[in-house]
Every structure is written in structure tokens, then in C-alpha cells.
Nanobody, 126 residues
Framework: QVQLVESGGRLVQAGDSLRLSCRASGDTFSNYAMGWFRQTPGKEREFVAAIDWSGDNTKYPDSVKGRFSISRDNAKNTMYLQMNSLKPEDTAEYYC???????????????????WGQGTQVTVSS
């Protein structure tokens, strides 16, 4: 059983930067592809970023491409989401997720993931 714990969410102003962390435990971290998603009340969970087991392959939607960067440190069992030039529309609960997978693959669908963290709130004021 994999446990994921997000941290780093807080209230920031538009244009600020913020780094979220997701620490994993319970299994070998490098056996998993990872992803970040976000959700606001009344809306479906939205894909934000994904990364393969090695960190060499990443994917972003157009809404965050060029502003957000996903990375991982397998030695520390931790994944990161660097968010720059934040906008009020980035306000959401951010979740990390893991999927047991090998090879240079990342996953963008909620249904693809096996484990989820509890979320961390990011609020961007205008």
C-alpha cells in the first residue's frame, strides 16, 4: 500500500511562485509513474502534470505549460511541482497520484492512477 502526502500549498498572490511536494512511502518509489491533479468545488479533477518513473519524460496541459514544472527525486521518494506565474484560476486543491509502471510512460487520466494523496490547497489572490 502506497501512502502519498502533499505539502506546500498556501495563499499567494498572482504572479508568485510556489513549490508543492509529494512524499511517498510504502513501496519502491521508482516503480511508479506520478502525476499532479487539481480540483475545485463542483468540478471534475483536472490533469496538471505527469512524469515517468525516471523523471526523463513529462507532460503538461496547455493551461500550465511553460509555467509549471514537475520533477522527482527517487532517492528522497519525493515528487515536486514548481508553479511559477501563478494566476487566480490556478486556485484549487492539488493532489498527487501514483501508478505502478515501468518504462518511459506518463499518464494523464484520473482513472489511470492507483493511489492518491489527501490534497493541499493552493489559493491565488488577484
Amino acid at each position: 500500500q502506497v501512502q502519498l502526502v502533499e505539502s506546500g500549498g498556501r495563499l499567494v498572490q498572482a504572479g508568485d511562485s510556489l513549490r508543492l511536494s509529494c512524499r511517498a512511502s510504502g513501496d519502491t518509489f521508482s516503480n511508479y509513474a506520478m502525476g499532479w491533479f487539481r480540483q475545485t468545488p463542483g468540478k471534475e479533477r483536472e490533469f496538471v502534470a505527469a512524469i515517468d518513473w525516471s523523471g526523463d519524460n513529462t507532460k503538461y496541459p496547455d493551461s500550465v505549460k511553460g509555467r509549471f514544472s514537475i520533477s522527482r527525486d527517487n532517492a528522497k521518494n519525493t515528487m515536486y511541482l514548481q508553479m511559477n506565474s501563478l494566476k487566480p484560476e490556478d486556485t484549487a486543491e492539488y493532489y498527487c497520484a501514483s501508478k505502478r509502471a515501468s518504462g518511459p510512460y506518463y499518464y494523464t487520466m484520473v482513472a489511470s492512477y492507483d493511489y492518491w494523496g489527501q490534497g493541499t490547497q493552493v489559493t491565488v489572490s488577484s
